[in-house]
């Protein structure tokens, strides 16, 4: 389990880093929680950022209002394919 939470942690600090430089906001915070609506973003931003995470963290990130709604959603589906890529 602990190596399963560093890798989580390791994610969500590389998504805060991308939200970082998207919003050109060096002290943004997120956490697993934070929802993808509430990050101040009309609908293209929100995709554009979709996008820029798909191509720095190379996954496929399929979104959906009823399944991809929090910053936690996003890590499960990035984790889920980097572990099936092994």
Not at 31 to 56: A, P, Q, W
Request: aromatic letters at 2%.
């Amino acid at each position: 389990m602990a190596e399963q939470a560093k890798k989580t942690n390791a994610t969500l600090a590389e998504i805060e880093k991308i939200m970082q430089d998207f919003k050109g906001q060096s002290d943004f915070r997120i956490s697993m929680d934070t929802r993808l609506d509430g990050l101040g973003l009309d609908s293209l931003d929100t995709v554009s950022l979709m996008m820029e995470i798909e191509e720095k963290m190379s996954v496929t990130i399929e979104m959906s209002k009823e399944t991809t709604v929090t910053v936690g959603d996003v890590v499960k589906i990035i984790e889920s394919q980097k572990a099936s890529k092994k």
